[in-house]
């Protein structure tokens, strides 16, 4: 193993709160069929990243409760290469294992990471835009994929860029911008020199983990003693120890935003119709299928009951329990049918649907979570 | 057995479409236990009648389907008291096979006719009101119980009467009318000397056959002969070459309008906390319990599942699939959830539900029906 393969790193963790009650903590969204197809989102991924690199080269990092659920969907991806959290210390502590996994294993690897629950239409594009990326990885910047906006979208985070964005050409990062108001969205949009933050990240393991132990040394400390600690007899006693004293911190504000202040970071804007699959509103749009009556069905691929809609409009149902749906004079809903709840929500309430995650919890129905 | 003991039917058939998907062809609305008890709507009715009559002197007449149904739900009602109906012939061959079995059983006996899927809060003060109307038909009478009403209803038939109704007196029946118009029925209301028409007839098994014979002989005919062969062994031969035969027509229509023309029809009004449970609103009414946010939820004491709903309004929520049943943002609609199908509707359209097992019929989804 050299330092000029591309490594991929793979975050699976998430319970996709917003996709409740089809997602859960026990079944999260990343291994549920929601991509048109009869793989999941995180096959999809893996399909996706394995032309891009190697199976040899890609590495899963999830939770205990997903640990057999991946293994099994992804049954060409080594044993080694499925890292196993204790439990969840947020994203930067998940991409620093990695990294510093990686660099075990390779020294100076170019390493990429991307979530495993995103959709992306345009392959080819995503893997020329991942090229330049790893080209200015080598050059030693921390490289972001940008996601060129369609939208004012309130949901993501966005990058501030040096110049106007520009289709697969490296350009600077001055800043990571928190989930916007609409109007501040709005000229985001507008001004064209913003792009979506999709959390895809780019860089030589060296120069992360270099960044990381200057940034925040409670976080590289650990993780350095943990990777050495990994694939030997010690790796159980040392996690044992160690990873409950790693800080709960994001990458962007750990590592990136800070970086991005002094320059550090660049990225190359990406144009490959990507999608988070984040709520039932892009499902909808992406996945849905005329059921009549102004209502869009969507199809999860394991147990998809029928739909009859009457008088409708505005409708997105998700038979995924195998039941009839049947709807008569409403609008504006979604209804989502599972194995064992049923959700009724109004269109506009969709980014609260965690809220009801948040009440089942308050109340110990943790069955349903 | 003799004429002066009182004799009750119970008609049980019908498969309540309004209150689909909870009642099914296969598992109507009768047989469920919406009263609020761990009783059926049938049992809750066994249990109101006997005392006024016997196990022994109460006959159910339905249909194949639910003929097992029926039994099981009612031990204590003797075999012979359960009159199967090979199909539906609507009301008047079913009151009139039981007229007529009940005359070749005790000649001249007096019969009441109750439905099976009645709510009746006050029990003391319907059997009192039976009491007046069988007075009534052993003078000969056509006697029918109206129901005072307390709203202008446009789902139910009226009674004209010949003077302001007044508790437990008999009255002259002078027309029967269709359900109403809401201006119409307003009108009714207001005049005081409407009745709802609850389908409710006491009279004696002689007068009510003579008067079928003289208006309806294709109906007295084949149902006289049927009745003659019942309880003997050519029942089953005479059934099957004359039920098919009889013509379907309501009671209403065979008999008792064009018997109130001429002055044979009389009633009691009856004032006992009746309501049909025909649809999800006044199941909501009668048997919602407060769930919250402005929802009502329904158990139906068999597979009641849990109900949570955040910042709705004027929701009806019967989640007899045993599943969760969550709501978030969503007012003025009815849910139900049962094993097999979900039905979110509005409920300004709780009238039309009937439409879907409609569709569903005509889709061949006869499974959901």
């Known amino acids: 193993m050299t330092s000029t393969e591309l490594h991929i790193v793979v975050p699976a963790g998430g319970s996709g709160t917003r996709l ?78 990695a990294a510093a996994v990686i660099d075990k294993r390779g020294p100076g690897a170019v390493m990429a990471s991307f979530a495993a629950d995103h959709l992306i239409a345009d392959t080819a594009e995503f ?15 921390l490289m972001t994929i940008g996601i060129t906006p369609t939208r004012p979208e309130t949901g993501y985070g966005y990058l501030r860029c040096g110049e106007v964005a520009e289709r697969s050409v490296i350009q600077r990062v001055l800043e990571f911008k928190e989930k916007p108001a609409l109007d501040v969205a709005t000229k985001y949009v507008e001004s064209g020199s913003y792009l979506w933050n999709a959390s895809m990240f780019v860089w030589r393991t060296d ?72 709520d039932f509103e892009t499902l909808g749009e992406l996945l849905g299928v005329d059921a009549g009556a102004g209502c869009r069905s969507v199809a999860t691929g394991t147990h998809d009951g029928k739909v009859v809609a009457v008088d409708g409009a505005e409708m997105i149902i998700v038979p995924a329990g195998g039941r009839l749906v049947a709807t008569l004079g409403v609008r504006d809903l979604i209804v989502v049918d599972t194995d064992d709840a049923v ?11 965690k809220m009801l995650t948040e009440i089942l919890r308050t109340r110990g129905d943790l069955d349903y979570v």
């Open 207 to 278: 120069v992360f983990l270099t960044e990381l132990a200057a940034r925040r040394p409670d976080v590289a400390d650990p993780i350095r003693a943990i990777a050495a600690a990994w694939d030997t007899p010690a790796q159980d006693a040392v996690l044992a120890e160690l990873w409950p004293t790693v800080p709960k911190v994001a990458v962007e504000y750990a590592v990136m935003e800070p970086a991005a202040e002094e320059g550090k970071v660049a990225t190359v804007p990406g144009d490959f119709g990507w999608s988070d699959i984040g």
């Open 343 to 353: 959700l009724v929500c109004a269109r506009d309430r969709a980014q609260d649907i």
């Open 127 to 141: 893997a020329h835009t991942v090229a330049r990326a790893v080209d200015g990885a080598r050059a030693g910047h």
């Open 20 to 97: 409740w009650p089809l997602s859960r903590a026990a079944n999260p969204k990343f291994l549920h069929r929601l991509t048109g197809t009869d793989r999941s989102l995180l096959q999809a991924t893996f399909d996706r990243l394995v032309p891009l690199s190697s199976a040899e080269n890609l590495l899963v990092v999830t939770g205990t409760a997903h640990a057999a659920g991946v293994a099994r969907q992804l049954p060409d991806l080594p044993e080694r290469n499925i890292l196993v959290e204790p439990f969840a210390r947020d994203s930067c502590a998940a991409i620093a294992l």
